[in-house]
């Protein structure tokens, strides 16, 4: 008698091999679709955090420094000015080319490091007198309402691709308007 003739033993009679059974919540398919889901939470976790402020929020007095130095880096003028009370004037446009022209000619690079913020009730004599002539120059110019204002000090490496390094230290007023900090540099242009 040969093989051919004997029926198969058992419930299943195809000609490929039984089905495997998984035990309920390890199919891989369900597996990988909570492992995706997961992740996508996560990710909209981070967005809204970083969208708040948590995580790289450049809305302060130092991350505004921070961010003028990385378009002075890039060679950007329009955000470098973006950062400053320049971006409120009229003459924002000249501004911007005044500075394509003049200050990114030389490839400016610049390194900012030990930075401290200074607030309002801790100014010296000379910083308070500095801070009320911008604030009421500001008011005046550009008809904004400064909401609070700080010096930021810091060090600083400026090296250009002709002229080499210079490593100095400085401070610059900071002034919060309509909830956004800007540099008031209009004493360095």
């Keep these: 008698m040969s093989d051919q003739s004997i029926p198969p ?20 398919r369900v597996v990988l679709g909570v ?9 909209i976790v981070v967005l809204v955090l970083v969208s ?17 130095a990385a378009a002075l880096n890039e060679g950007d003028a329009r955000d470098m000015l973006d950062q400053t009370v320049l971006c409120l004037s009229p003459d924002y446009e000249s501004w911007v ?5 003049t200050v990114l000619e030389g490839r400016p690079h610049l ?4 930075v401290t913020v200074i607030d309002r009730e801790d100014f010296t004599v000379w910083q308070q007198l500095e801070a009320e002539d911008a604030i009421e120059e500001i008011s005046d110019a550009f ?13 600083a490496v400026l090296t250009y ?14 002034l919060l308007i309509d909830g956004t900090w800007y540099l008031d540099i209009r004493g360095l242009v």
Aim: with cysteine; proline share 9%; hydrophobic share 30%.
């Design 111 to 114: 390194e900012i490091s030990n």
């Design 161 to 174: 691709e002709v002229y080499g390094s210079q490593e100095f230290d400085g401070e610059v007023l900071c």
């Design 143 to 155: 008809g904004k309402t400064v909401e609070d204002c700080c010096f930021v000090r810091y060090t």
């Design 35 to 43: 492992f995706v889901l997961i992740l996508a939470m996560v990710a």
């Design 9 to 28: 033993v058992g419930p299943y009679q195809g000609p490929y091999p039984p089905p495997q059974y998984r035990a309920a919540g390890h199919d891989p």
């Design 52 to 68: 708040i402020g948590f995580g790289g929020d450049s809305n302060t007095p130092e991350g505004t420094l921070e961010d003028y």
């Design 97 to 101: 080319e005044q500075f394509q022209q």
